[in-house]
């Protein structure tokens, strides 16, 4: 027996109400992903803060500080390396395998060429910094601080989303799982 103009425009009503069920969970999605990129960008900006307040005290007050050393494979704080015009560290407080911590030459050019340069640095892997590098004299000084709980809160936040998401989509399932419920329902003499 063919469908009745009703079984039909009943079909035609839950395939729509599917598209616009999947574009809903699609906006929902492209939300959460804007959220997410927001959040990692503000969070890694947000790490060349202490950097740049150390460095805003001005370049006597950093090396005046007492001559303390951090290894940074383990210091989550903030720290300071001054090098000369050839790029070479002479004097700071973060320290690599035993030695003042060497940032790529570049980075160092670029701050003397335009009066500040802000990269994220990996001098090992795993082992990630904001790093801010200003102008000294005839050479540079470079303020950094560990990505390790900015990149932290990074992946919890990813996590939070992906379970929004998987939410959303349990939400979306049996949403259109009681939309066929209903209209089998209605079909049914």
Known sequence: MPP????EHDSCMWLRRIIVAVAAYALFAG????????VQQDG???AEDAPRVLLSAGASAVTASPSRRFDLEQYRGTFWVRYDAAGTPVAGDGVLRGSLAQV???VLQNARAAGEDAV????EPGLRFAIVAQPFGKGSIVAGQSLHRTEQRIQRTG???????AAGLVVVVIA???DALVVQRRLTP
């Open 4 to 7: 009745s103009p009703v079984q």
């Open 31 to 38: 939300g959460l992903a804007t959220l997410y990129v927001v």
């Open 44 to 46: 890694r900006s947000a």
């Open 104 to 106: 790529p030459f570049g």
């Open 120 to 123: 994220s640095w990996e001098p």
């Open 159 to 165: 996590l939070y989303i992906g379970l929004a998401l």
């Open 176 to 178: 259109v799982v009681a």
